[in-house]
């Protein structure tokens, strides 16, 4: 199977910055979309940015202009760089992964998530 680590997570004061990663490991044939989306207390899970495995981009509209999504393919890890934050995206991270497997099949994988919190 596959499982997504995400690390990178914490306490930022309001326009602060933070860089979140997520490594996939795993009997992994190939990665397709990669993707992070957050949750807040109350509230859906809902899309933050997503990259395709040739490097195209996807971003909500809360999000653009502050964060930038990018990956390293050999690595098979994804990235976040999350500048300007603001007190509203504090929120659980998640690191989500379409994967081809050697046994074969494809699925769809979610990382345990990261909290991310914005306060001053």
């Known amino acids: 199977q596959v499982q997504l680590v995400e690390s990178g997570g914490g306490l930022v004061q309001p326009g602060g910055s933070l860089r979140l990663s997520c490594a996939a490991s795993?009997?992994?044939?190939?990665?397709?979309?990669m993707g992070w989306y957050r949750q807040a207390p109350g509230k859906e899970r809902e899309l933050v940015a997503a990259?395709?495995?040739?490097?195209?981009?996807n971003y909500a509209d809360f999000v653009k202009g502050r964060f930038t999504i990018s990956r390293d393919n050999a690595k098979n890890t994804v990235y976040l760089q999350m500048n300007s934050l603001k007190p509203e995206d504090t929120a659980v991270y998640y690191c989500n992964a379409d994967a081809s497997l050697y046994s074969g099949g494809y699925y769809n994988y979610w990382g345990q998530g990261t909290q991310v919190t914005v306060s001053s």
């Open positions: 990259i395709t495995s040739g490097g195209s981009t």
């Open positions: 795993g009997s992994i044939f190939s990665i397709d979309n």
